[in-house]
């Protein structure tokens, strides 16, 4: 006879999952630094406390390109695994190579299309129909500092203009600081860019170059003006930057050798792991000239088709758990996004996720609120490439001039649209 206490975890485990099998996922993220992969860990216990399996395929790489590129070679040799992180328009091009499944039937039954904003919601379809779940929603245009090392170097509050930037840089050299940590690798070199392109252009140049992907935009003044901003902070960074991972850049502001960094806010999510206070420790502000602006950038599982029926409804619990308010909760403060639904009171989230969501409401309202390039969310995974290829070899080529780059810019857009 089984012990008693056997028999209760297998009914509590088969109530869990209802008539459906206990199934294993293999799920396929990118997840790895200390702050994320405590937030992916959550998702993993409440996955396996409804008795499924979650095995567990992380491929490091900040960004997820290393993601990807194995995500292809498992699709390509037959074996995709059953859910992996995949964002934006790069969802509809796996669903429209006929990877992808239908989690319609727990959408309607939990009415996601009544508490996801619209917009966020169809990058998560295909053909009308869920094939994905979003997580969350995180901030690219942040500016985060050490305040004992603005206090150090005599700078009360943080730039609020690039100009009013290269002035507190040069004073934070002064003191013996890194001004500005950064990791060279071509997702960073394209976040930051991004958001110099965001403060100097605004919202509706930004989408003009970087969702229309207009030739005369990309040619324009004011993207030279912007490239000549971006590499003009590499003289504010330290000469290691080459390769380096965008943790470890947090890393060197939490330890006070560098001031600020420029970062999507999964950089908080570092900070918060590390037990230290915003507003206190450290302060997060929109980077300069992007008050108004909002770069979102969504994280969703997109769910592979399966052929068994008791994995489909582990795909199907593990959606319906993401979107559960206390998940929402409870998730977003780890990885230092805010909650995907907009029904999730805030009251105890840190003071940067407040305003980060009210950036939000604030963007959406007033135009503001634009699609990451950098992280995937407003063009195909070609075009991306293609652009990180111009921006990275151009911050790493000190010949290379901002108009020689734009030229680039734009035919390297055409070729991979
Ligand atoms: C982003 C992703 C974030 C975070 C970051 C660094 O693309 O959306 O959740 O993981 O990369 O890896």
Same mark, same amino acid.
């Given at each position: 006879?089984?012990?008693?206490?056997?028999?209760?975890?297998?009914?509590?485990?088969?109530?869990?999952?209802?008539? &459906?099998?206990?199934?294993?996922?293999?799920?396929?993220?990118?997840?790895?630094?200390?702050?994320?992969?405590?937030?992916?860990?959550?998702?993993?216990?409440?996955?396996?406390?409804?008795?499924?399996?979650?095995?567990?395929?992380?491929?490091?790489?900040? =960004?997820?390109?290393?993601?990807?590129?194995?995500?292809?070679?498992?699709?390509?040799?037959?074996?995709?695994?059953?859910?992996?992180?995949?964002?934006?328009?790069?969802?509809?091009?796996?669903?429209?190579?006929?990877?992808?499944?239908?989690?319609?039937?727990?959408?309607?039954?939990?009415?996601?299309?009544?508490?996801?904003?619209?917009?966020?919601?169809?990058?998560?379809?295909?053909?009308?129909?869920?094939?994905?779940?979003?997580?969350?929603?995180? $901030?690219?245009?942040?500016?985060?500092?050490?305040?004992?090392?603005?206090?150090?170097?005599?700078?009360?509050?943080?730039?609020?203009?690039?100009?009013?930037?290269?002035?507190?840089?040069?004073?934070?050299?002064?003191?013996?600081?890194?001004?500005?940590?950064?990791?060279?690798?071509?997702?960073?070199?394209?976040?930051?860019?991004?958001?110099?392109?965001?403060?100097?252009?605004?919202?509706?140049?930004? $989408?003009?170059?970087?969702?229309?992907?207009?030739?005369?935009?990309?040619?324009?003044?004011?993207?030279?003006?912007?490239?000549?901003?971006?590499?003009?902070? $590499?003289?504010?960074?330290?000469?290691?930057?080459?390769?380096?991972?965008?943790?470890?850049?947090?890393?060197?502001?939490?330890?006070?050798?560098?001031?600020?960094?420029?970062?999507?806010?999964?950089?908080?999510?570092?900070?918060?792991?590390?037990?230290?206070?915003? =507003?206190?420790?450290?302060?997060?502000? &929109?980077?300069?000239?992007?008050?108004?602006?909002?770069?979102?950038?969504?994280?969703?599982?997109?769910?592979?088709?399966?052929?068994?029926? =008791?994995?489909?409804?582990?795909?199907?619990?593990?959606?319906?758990?993401?979107?559960?308010?206390?998940?929402?909760?409870?998730?977003?403060? &780890?990885?230092?996004?805010?909650?995907?639904?907009?029904?999730?009171?805030?009251?105890?989230?840190?003071?940067?996720?407040?305003?980060?969501?009210? &950036?939000?409401?604030?963007?959406?309202?007033?135009?503001?609120?634009?699609?990451?390039?950098?992280?995937?969310?407003?063009?195909?995974?070609?075009?991306?490439?293609?652009?990180?290829?111009?921006?990275?070899?151009?911050?790493?080529?000190?010949?290379?001039?901002?108009?020689?780059?734009?030229? $680039?810019?734009?035919?390297?857009?055409?070729?991979?649209?």
């Amino acid at each position: 006879m089984k012990p008693i206490h056997t028999l209760a975890v297998g009914a509590a485990l088969a109530a869990a999952v209802g008539q &459906a099998n206990a199934a294993e996922i293999e799920v396929l993220h990118w997840w790895t630094s200390g702050g994320e992969a405590k937030a992916a860990n959550m998702l993993k216990q409440k996955l396996e406390a409804k008795g499924h399996t979650w095995k567990d395929f992380a491929v490091a790489g900040g =960004g997820g390109d290393s993601a990807m590129t194995v995500l292809k070679s498992r699709a390509i040799s037959g074996n995709p695994p059953a859910v992996a992180q995949i964002k934006g328009p790069l969802i509809q091009e796996w669903g429209e190579m006929g990877f992808l499944g239908n989690i319609d039937e727990v959408a309607e039954k939990e009415n996601w299309n009544a508490f996801l904003p619209e917009r966020l919601a169809a990058d998560d379809k295909v053909d009308g129909h869920f094939a994905a779940v979003p997580v969350n929603i995180h $901030r690219i245009n942040w500016l985060w500092a050490n305040t004992e090392v603005l206090e150090k170097s005599g700078i009360d509050t943080l730039p609020k203009t690039w100009d009013e930037f290269f002035a507190d840089a040069k004073k934070i050299r002064e003191a013996g600081f890194i001004p500005l940590a950064h990791g060279g690798q071509p997702w960073q070199d394209a976040t930051v860019f991004e958001v110099v392109l965001m403060g100097t252009g605004g919202a509706d140049f930004y $989408r003009k170059a970087f969702v229309d992907l207009d030739p005369e935009a990309l040619t324009s003044d004011t993207m030279v003006e912007s490239l000549k901003t971006f590499k003009k902070l $590499r003289g504010t960074m330290d000469p290691d930057i080459a390769g380096r991972d965008w943790n470890i850049a947090t890393s060197m502001v939490i330890s006070g050798k560098a001031a600020m960094q420029i970062m999507g806010d999964w950089a908080k999510g570092e900070f918060t792991a590390a037990g230290l206070e915003p =507003g206190k420790d450290y302060l997060c502000e &929109a980077a300069p000239m992007t008050e108004h602006m909002f770069s979102y950038n969504v994280d969703s599982f997109a769910m592979f088709q399966v052929d068994d029926e =008791g994995q489909h409804q582990a795909q199907m619990d593990l959606a319906s758990l993401i979107l559960s308010k206390d998940f929402q909760a409870t998730f977003n403060k &780890a990885k230092g996004s805010i909650p995907v639904r907009m029904d999730v009171p805030l009251d105890d989230f840190d003071p940067c996720a407040k305003a980060s969501h009210e &950036a939000f409401l604030a963007a959406q309202d007033g135009g503001g609120l634009v699609p990451s390039l950098a992280h995937g969310m407003a063009v195909s995974a070609s075009v991306q490439g293609a652009v990180f290829d111009v921006i990275t070899n151009f911050f790493n080529d000190p010949d290379m001039s901002a108009e020689t780059a734009a030229e $680039r810019l734009a035919s390297a857009v055409r070729a991979a649209s």
